[in-house]
């Protein structure tokens, strides 16, 4: 059974940074994709950024482009998302989530998710 931890948020200022780690367990499939979304207070949850093991080219929604970073460390089957210069709209619950059949984009359907941690950005 797939395990995924979240940890690493809470609360900044703006214009501060956070790192965000998953702790994947609990797979042997070699192709895969992860990725990190997250979900503001009332409202839906989103795609953040992606990687998988086909492509290495990572991906971001715009609104995150420039200011956070996925990354991978395989021997340690864990996933980060290292965010720089913070803002406000960027408090949500932060998800990681594994798909192990994807089209185009992790989209979040049939994937295994974590608990979620929450990242709160003052102004």
């Known amino acids: 059974r797939v395990h995924l931890v979240e940890s690493g948020g809470g609360s900044v200022q703006a214009g501060g940074s956070l790192r965000l780690a998953c702790a994947a367990s609990?797979?042997?499939?070699?192709?895969?994709?992860m990725a990190w979304f997250r979900q503001p207070p009332g409202k839906e949850r989103q795609r953040v950024a992606e990687?998988?093991?086909?492509?290495?080219?990572?991906y971001y929604v715009d609104a995150v482009k420039g200011r956070f970073t996925i990354s991978r460390d395989n021997a340690k089957n864990t996933l980060y998302l290292q965010m720089d210069s913070l803002k406000p709209e960027d408090s949500a619950i932060y998800y990681c989530?594994?798909?192990?059949?994807?089209?185009?984009?992790?989209?979040?359907?049939?994937?295994?998710w974590g608990q979620g941690t929450q990242v709160t950005v003052s102004s």
């Open positions: 989530a594994i798909q192990f059949e994807w089209d185009t984009h992790c989209s979040g359907k049939d994937a295994d």
């Open positions: 990687m998988n093991t086909n492509s290495g080219k990572p």
């Open positions: 609990g797979y042997t499939d070699s192709s895969f994709c």
